[in-house]
């Protein structure tokens, strides 16, 4: 296998794949992308792939420019490319995975929409594929008969609060009981890093036509800065019921931990209500909507953890 790992960004993650790059050292290669009248597209690389170690970097979330169906086929095309001409290996890197949600059947036929893009990177002969913070780890790591690589940014988000914490006690809060799992291993990471395992609590969550209900927190906030931990954010219903709650309960300050800021209508809200004291957020995807109070949200970059990915995936 060459030396260097080949790194791919695709249309609208360009940004995302120089950041990659640069930790890694290395220039992204470069592809012709062509628009059809019809709407229809083509890429190829611009180089020889025989034999390469090939990464191709898509975030998968909907914006206007593009649609979360329009990217997927476009990553999907493109690997299917580079593996016809003749690379060795295949990975992508998708820092944002679409249709994860469905990762399991909560009504009668239900689709289950995780598994049913796991087999359209299979069809195009993906080898691996690099996810952060899947909705499901474990409904990802089954839905895919590849290697699947699941990263978190957990260590980023505990060293960025440990500075605005200080020496308060805290509760790690998940906004559902579904995501509880989620908790303990954020919980898991802030104790390797702070040396110390805070409590966890929950909320009661019930999904209805009427809109989201119940508001039952099972744990204790009092006193303790509460660290509200979720995969994704769109409208922000539940993560602002969420803080409302942990306030209503003795939270002394509440922080948002979002990989995923989609910010979609509504998520206005998260700022104007004045429950949340600070959300930090991962650059992922870029939101729909951008905040006004740019005060409010801290952003932290994940290209690194997709470069060390790479770097490990490429030295096998």
């Known amino acids: 296998m060459h030396s ?11 940004a995302f794949g120089h950041a990659v790059a640069t930790q890694l050292g290395v220039s992204l290669a470069t592809q012709e992308d062509r628009n059809f009248e019809d709407g229809e597209h083509k890429s190829r690389p611009l180089q020889s792939m025989r034999g390469r170690d090939v990464y191709v970097c898509h975030t998968l979330f909907g914006e206007e420019t593009a649609s979360v169906n329009d990217k997927l086929l476009r990553l999907l095309f493109f690997i299917g490319t580079v593996k ?37 990177f299979e069809a195009m002969g993906v080898d691996c594929v ?3 913070e899947v909705h499901n780890q474990g409904a990802f790591d089954n839905a895919f008969r590849c290697r699947t690589v699941h990263l978190e940014s957990h260590s980023l988000f505990v060293n960025a609060l440990l500075d ?6 805290v509760v790690i809060v998940s906004p559902d009981a579904g995501g509880t799992k989620r908790v303990d291993r954020f919980r898991d990471a802030w104790a390797d890093i702070a040396g110390e395992q805070p409590p966890t609590a929950f909320l009661e969550k019930r999904r209805r036509e009427s809109g989201i209900t119940g508001d039952a927190v099972v744990g204790d906030m009092t006193g303790r800065v509460a660290i509200i931990v979720d995969d994704m954010v769109a ?19 509440v922080f948002g931990v979002i990989t995923h800021a989609l910010f979609g209508p509504g998520s206005e809200q998260l700022y104007r209500a004045g429950a949340m004291d600070q959300l930090f957020i991962t650059d992922s995807v870029t939101p729909q909507q951008q905040p006004q109070e740019q005060g409010q949200v801290t952003t932290l970059p994940v290209a690194g953890l997709f470069a060390q990915a790479v770097r490990e995936l490429h030295t096998d």
């Open 130 to 132: 690099v996810g952060l």
């Open 84 to 120: 016809d001409a003749g690379a060795k290996r295949v990975t992508a890197l998708v820092p944002y995975l679409a249709y994860a949600r469905k990762d399991r059947r909560s009504k009668s036929q239900d689709p289950v929409t995780t598994r049913y893009v796991a087999q359209l």
């Open 4 to 14: 260097e790992p080949v790194l791919f960004a695709l249309e609208g993650s360009q």
């Open 235 to 253: 409208s922000g219903t539940t993560l602002l019921r969420a803080a409302e709650a942990c306030k209503n309960k003795g939270a002394t300050r």
């Open 164 to 169: 605005r914490v200080g020496s308060e006690p």
